[in-house]
T-cell receptor, first 112, second 115 residues
Framework: QQQVKQSPQSLIVQKGGISIINCAYE??????FPWYQQFPGKGPALLIA?????SEKKEGRFTISFNKSAKQFSLHIMDSQPGDSATYFC???????????FGRGTSLIVHP | DVKVTQSSRYLVKRTGEKVFLECVQD?????MFWYRQDPGLGLRLIYF???????EKGDIPEGYSVSREKKERFSLILESASTNQTSMYLC??????????????FGPGTRLTVL
């Protein structure tokens, strides 16, 4: 059973465009939602994270939008750059667990 | 900076061989994890450990075992490698903060091919 569903599996965007990756979850106990970024040949690394007491968190060109009632959250990459080309994983966890549940990942390609 | 290192970037083994994948972290983290990454399947947890000599099964432990004799080192063992274990293996570590949210730090991965 997939507890965190991520879409799309792959995404191609032109330079300067907006990349949007969506995740949905079922477990209402989840209360921490990180996004990890993985470049080719590297391990994933934490990009940005949100807790459900806010509906949006922005760090530079990266924004997480969170909809608690719909149990959905998304990553928006504004002004996408070729250097953003990577695989992105959403995840969810509870405060009592140190093990995140990962989505299946989205491969983003930004064309110059 | 946290550093998680894995013993090999690429490994080619024969079916039936015993395979050891080693992971070392240098930040005194309590928690360590082994994942495998396959296209379209994301990151799947094989085993994790929250203390020396402690281990817990993840979602896909079949065919694998682990060892944690020292805090900084977590080994993944394939007792008898099979072709369906061809994959990217990622090690991760995190700090135990008593219920707080803990960032996972990943190694660069070992791409294992079983022939």
């Amino acid at each position: 059973q997939q507890q965190v569903k991520q879409s799309p599996q792959s995404l191609i965007v032109q330079k300067g465009g907006i990349s949007i990756i969506n995740c949905a979850y079922e477990n209402t106990a989840f209360d921490y939602f990180p996004w990890y970024q993985q470049f080719p040949g590297k391990g994933p690394a934490l990009l940005i994270a949100i807790r459900p007491d806010v509906s949006e968190k922005k760090e530079g060109r990266f924004t997480i939008s969170f909809n608690k009632s719909a149990k959905q959250f998304s990553l928006h990459i504004m002004d996408s750059q070729p250097g953003d080309s990577a695989t992105y994983f959403c995840a969810a966890s509870t405060g009592g667990s140190y093990i995140p549940t990962f989505g299946r990942g989205t491969s983003l390609i930004v064309h110059p | 900076d946290v550093k998680v290192t894995q013993s090999s970037r690429y490994l080619v083994k024969r079916t039936g061989e015993k395979v050891f994948l080693e992971c070392v972290q240098d930040m005194d983290h309590e928690n360590m994890f082994w994942y495998r990454q396959d296209p379209g399947l994301g990151l799947r947890l094989i085993y994790f450990s929250y203390d020396v000599k402690m281990k817990e099964k993840g979602d896909i432990p079949e065919g694998y075992s682990v060892s944690r004799e020292k805090k900084e080192r977590f080994s993944l063992i394939l007792e008898s490698a099979s072709t369906n274990q061809t994959s990217m293996y990622l090690c991760a570590s995190s700090l135990y903060q008593g219920g707080n949210y803990n960032e996972q730090f990943f190694g660069p991965g070992t791409r294992l091919t079983v022939l």
